[in-house]
Nanobody
Framework: QVQLVESGGGLVQPGGSLRLSCAASGSIFSFNAMGWYRQAPGKQRELVAS???????NYADSAKGRFTMSRDNLKNTLYLQMNSLKPEDTAVYYC????????????WGQGTQVTVSS
């Protein structure tokens, strides 16, 4: 069973930075895509950033220029470096992984809370 464990969330002032981590229970090479999503209170879950197995990245417009996603294949960990944080970035951030060829299985972490407030 795949397990994704997020960490690194917390309370930060506007303009501050956080780095989120997503540790996978197995090799991240087994996933053909991974990503970060977030869900703010009363809103739908939305994509923040994603990366495919060939390294192609995709960022939401709200994340471009401020957030950077990376992965450490040896540690089986996905990261999200978030800079210049804004109050509207406040949300629960979830790690997601996709595996499969003809059909996909999706896996989610438990989420980590990010609160941007002065």
């Amino acid at each position: 069973q795949v397990q994704l464990v997020e960490s690194g969330g917390g309370l930060v002032q506007p303009g501050g930075s956080l780095r989120l981590s997503c540790a996978a229970s197995g090799s991240i090479f087994s996933f053909n895509a991974m990503g970060w999503y977030r869900q703010a209170p009363g809103k739908q879950r939305e994509l923040v950033a994603s990366i495919t197995s060939d390294g192609t990245t995709n960022y939401a417009d709200s994340a471009k220029g401020r957030f950077t996603m990376s992965r450490d294949n040896l540690k089986n960990t996905l990261y999200l470096q978030m800079n210049s944080l804004k109050p509207e970035d406040t949300a629960v951030y979830y790690c997601n992984a996709r595996r499969g060829i003809l059909s996909y299985n999706y896996y989610w972490g438990q989420g980590t809370q990010v609160t941007v407030s002065s």
